[in-house]
């Protein structure tokens, strides 16, 4: 009786425990029979070594107190997309645009090197367009090459190789400013169409081509591919497309210019340069603020002695300061103007397209321009030195289209 008695109240008081527990066991979260997750893998960080030391977990976020407000979310700025200028391009009188050939070959496969291809469009109508061209060392050579508008609308065929000083509308064939509307529409349904170059040459072996040629083209995707735009690097929207003999091409998705962005055979380009000042109204919000860069130069050059801009912009193969440069160049004249006593060095800087002693002197006229400039505003030319590297101080590999844009640049050092 009496160990009935004590297990009658060894059960109340277990009972009154778990009352008085209530509160915190609904505090707990609820476990579930279910296996528990492995551990989150994180790949390791570049570095010298791949061996990471194993992540040490975060320590546990205080709980917060009912009494105090939850602070509101700090709200960061939104920045608008670049627009998409694909569809407002188009050829006009008096366009310029630059081709950077790299791996340049002529129709017998001998291999020239890298060079600029240059067109002037000189008009753009109902009867065709015809263009100005030239091509900068070491490839050489200038003419004029015209297409009639029924092979704008129908040709089949290519040409992307130009003689010496040759002047002719070519019967038959667009070029690299533009494939055929029957080209560009067969691309955007789908379809294989008839695609051919005027070269290279190839033998014939066994009633076969020694080096294999195009013939057809199909498109294989939509995707981005950048080009500049008054020296400011855009993204435009192109079809991807491939010949049977594996050679590929980027062609802007823009039935009224269908340009050749970039190409992959039987030479190489890329990062094409479309020039002129009507161009300037679609970069309102992709152009670089002069006020920012300028900022970022004088405190490149207060922090370390020196700064690098590629916003010092230049006509092509020229050494005349665009406009949209000058406003930095104003603004660090102000900046020297409050420092009396400081010298700075001026150094132009080129990619590898071109010879070394043509590039050797662009950049000393590009430096020296500076110079005239800076002076020009009101700053002593004994506080400036000029100097033109060419491209013997890459800071990129000049064999790739990115790296020959980081090879352009202007660099100001302190004396």
């Known amino acids: 009786m009496t160990a009935t008695r004590l297990n009658l109240c060894a059960l109340a008081a ?7 527990n209530l509160p915190g066991l609904a505090q707990v979260p609820m476990q579930t029979s279910a296996a528990p997750q492995a551990a989150p893998q994180f790949a390791p960080t570049p570095g010298p070594s791949a061996a990471q030391p194993a992540a040490q977990p975060s320590p546990a976020t205080p709980p917060v107190t009912p ?27 008096d366009l310029r645009v630059v081709f950077p050939i790299v791996q340049g070959v002529d129709t017998r496969w001998q ?24 091509m900068s060392p070491p490839a050489r050579g200038e003419g004029t090459r015209a297409t009639e508008m029924h092979d704008v609308n129908t040709a089949r065929r290519v040409s992307l190789f130009y ?81 049977d003999n594996h050679w590929q091409y980027w062609i802007l998705d823009n039935p009224r210019f269908p340009l050749m962005v970039r190409g992959q055979g039987p030479f190489l ?19 670089v603020d002069p006020d920012s860069e300028a900022r970022r130069i004088i405190k490149s050059l207060e922090d370390t002695g020196e700064a690098t ?38 150094e132009g800087h080129t990619d590898s397209i071109g010879g070394m002693d043509y590039n050797i002197k662009l950049s000393q006229r590009r430096a020296n321009a500076v110079k005239a400039y800076l002076v020009n505003v009101g700053i002593s030319a004994s506080r400036l030195k000029p100097s033109g590297f060419g491209y013997t101080k890459p800071v990129a590999d000049n064999s790739t289209a990115m790296g020959r844009q980081l090879n352009r640049r202007v660099v100001f050092r302190k004396l």
């Open 14 to 20: 277990l009972f009154v425990l778990l009352i008085s």
């Open 67 to 93: 009494s105090a407000p939850l602070p509101n979310p700090v709200k960061q700025p939104v920045k608008s997309a670049p627009k998409d200028l694909t569809d407002k391009l188009t050829m006009f009188k």
């Open 269 to 287: 380009w890329n990062l094409v340069q479309l020039r002129h000042p009507k161009l300037e109204g679609l970069l309102k919000d992709q152009s």
């Open 309 to 346: 801009t590629r916003a010092i912009l230049f006509d092509f193969d020229k050494s005349n300061i665009r406009p949209v440069s000058k406003s930095i160049l104003n603004k660090l004249a102000v900046y020297l103007e409050q420092h009396p006593k400081l010298r700075l060095g001026v």
């Open 111 to 134: 291999r020239i090197g890298d060079y600029a291809f240059v067109a002037d469009v000189e008009f753009n109508d109902a009867s065709g367009y015809s263009f100005r061209w030239h």
């Open 163 to 243: 003689p010496e000083h040759q002047n002719c509308t070519l019967v038959g064939y667009t070029n690299i400013l533009r494939i055929s509307d029957a080209v560009y529409n067969a691309l955007k349904r789908g379809e294989i169409s008839d695609f051919e170059l005027d070269g290279p040459d190839t033998p014939l072996k066994y009633n076969r081509e020694v080096f294999p040629l195009a013939h057809t083209i199909r498109a294989l995707n939509v995707e981005p591919a950048d080009l500049f735009i008054n020296d400011h690097l855009v993204s435009v929207r192109t079809i991807h497309a491939e010949t």
